[in-house]
């Protein structure tokens, strides 16, 4: 019976893994298999104690000091491939990445645990043949709230996006009126106006502010629109670095990303669905009553 | 891993007149045309920047 729900649950469970998996498709396999292991660990729990088998109490911690390996592998894989990045994930983004595979495996043996629980109670409890329809619901259950649980936030969420105006003041350059570099190379001046492409990102609250203008939040969003839509930067040609500045007076920041391709569409699609960090979360005026929704203009 | 030195002025170009010293590589231009190509080479030589100070000077800089 344990199998059987275990079973179950890692089909559901591989699911939810699969649909969680950020854009890095050639492990999919490495993570499908742990996810497995999480959810027949998982699965086996309960009847193992019913069983009078506590040693399952130490597979479980077992369990989750590998979690903790998936983590620290994923952390180094990460940081090794960030040397030959154009445009750098950064150390905030890294660790919100390995902190969200850790999490998953903990959520497929939770999931596996809570079907087979719910199946095996309402199998003692309310009669022989509830089993599997108990099993399902409670796997269903676990399978939409572990979808809920998936995403954090995103910066559309709590910030609006519009394009800027890209321009020179002498070799100054500006979006909009946020001063981004100093570029003095007149050639280099041409490039940067041609590729580049400028955007206004103002949040909605001082609150989303203050997570937006976290230099880890930045540049998480910076390394999303590479990603996604390539960069004209060369490592001869630092002037094509992508760059986000804030406007002191009105916390607004000037997006500067020069995409290899697409237009500002998809530019401002991608800068809306970039993952709020979670430890650029970490500043919360609102707590302090210093936030306050902003005034318009 | 290799070390990288960043934030580092590695030369400085400047045109007549431009008050420059200091212990990096300064080369004089004749005109700002020259001095602008000359800057431009340099930095893509070394992989860095142009930064244009005012007054006649180029700042080659590694970011």
Redesign the interface.
Known sequence: MGTAAGFLVRLLVLRVDYRQYPSCPHNYLAHLTVGFIAAVVGAMFTPALLAGEYAAVTFLTLAATQFREVRSVERETLRSLEQSLLVARGPDYIEGIAAVFEARNYLAMAAALTTATVGLAADRLLGPYLFWPAAVGAGVLTLVLALGLRSGGRVGDVADVRPARLRFEGPSLYVDDIYIMNVGSPEAREQVLRWGRAYLLRARSEEAAAKLSHPGQRQAILHDVCAVLGTRKDLAMPELTPMIRQQVETGDLGVYVTPAVGDDGAVMAVIRRVPLLESARGSDPGGFDAGGSRREG | ?KAELLKVILAVVALPGAQVEGNVPILRAADRASA?KK??LI??IL????????DGV??IV??
């Open positions: 891993m602008e800057a431009d930095a893509r992989d860095a920047m142009v930064h244009d100070v005012g180029f700042l590694r970011h």
